[in-house]
């Protein structure tokens, strides 16, 4: 991609609410799907003018996945989640926002064309690598925002780099979503919403509408009892690939669902920001 094809948003005149420019802009080009807005162009001024005065500098990586998300969401849907969190975050609270992880874990998903998967173990490397860097520049604490629940081994990076004494988190717990999922009105439980469901599709309907294709309408389907999942992936539960009800998925549900998100986080930056990383 050339520079001429990317526009910053940094001097548009936007405010955020740390006076701090989020720089969250991609346009489309020629013929090919918009991509959504998922690159950050900081430049390494902005880097520097937003860490100045820090005690304790936090980023924040969106970590996504390629893969099948029924016939009406892309595959890079929970990349796209994922950044609307971080973007949110960053609009808010003082962080660097990073540009997204895109492959993942998605093993579960390999029957569904389309669908690319990475080892946990080189995933677990990539965080571990990104965090050392981040370190090397000054920059002590890293969140993982997950999009994708596939990402097992995630947790296990933060508590192995916590043992260590270093300061990482992921980000959105189940209770963050929970309560998100409360406030917006989500009718679907955190159970049922497992894949491509009302969440996925709302949160798409608000932040990226023309990547929602027709028939989510009628693509409902439920499948709770998925406990071989591990063992015999999603197609041995799902034709479509879809598990929950996008139906539901509206876009002021999505737009409620990141407001409460990026509310949760504050506990996490005071956590991390902490002398002792002391819970708030």
Request: hydrophobic share 40%; proline share 6%.
């Amino acid at each position: 991609m050339s520079g001429s094809q990317i526009r910053s948003t940094a001097y548009d005149g936007s405010s955020t609410a740390h006076g701090l420019p989020t720089a969250y802009d991609v346009l489309p080009t020629g013929g090919a799907l918009p991509t959504g807005g998922v690159l950050p162009t900081d430049t390494t001024e902005d880097v520097r003018t937003r860490g100045a005065g820090a005690a304790r500098q936090v980023a924040v990586l969106p970590v996504g996945s390629l893969e099948q998300h029924g016939p009406y969401l892309p595959l890079t849907t929970d990349t796209l989640v994922a950044c609307a969190i971080a973007r949110e975050i960053a609009a808010v609270h003082p962080v660097h926002l990073l540009p997204p992880v895109t492959i993942s874990c998605s093993h579960e998903h390999a029957a569904w064309p389309g669908t690319v998967s990475i080892s946990s173990v080189t995933l677990h490397a990539v965080i571990r690598d990104i965090a050392a860097s981040l370190r090397r520049s000054g920059v002590d604490a890293l969140v993982l925002v997950n999009g994708h629940g596939g990402n097992y081994v995630l947790g296990n990076v933060v508590q192995e780099s916590t043992a260590r004494g270093e300061r990482m988190a992921l980000f959105p717990a189940t209770e963050d979503w929970e309560t998100a999922r409360e406030r917006a009105g989500v009718r679907t439980s955190l159970l049922t919403d497992m894949h491509a469901g009302e969440i996925e599709t709302s949160v798409l309907l608000h932040t990226h509408p023309e990547l929602v294709r027709p028939g989510y309408e009628t693509a409902d389907f439920v499948a709770d009892d998925r406990r071989h999942l591990l063992t015999v992936g999603m197609s041995a539960y799902t034709d479509s690939g879809v598990i929950g009800r996008p139906s539901l998925g509206d876009a002021e549900k999505g737009k409620a669902l990141l407001a409460s998100l990026t509310e949760s986080f504050g506990a996490y930056v005071a956590v991390l920001t902490s002398a002792g990383g002391e819970l708030p």
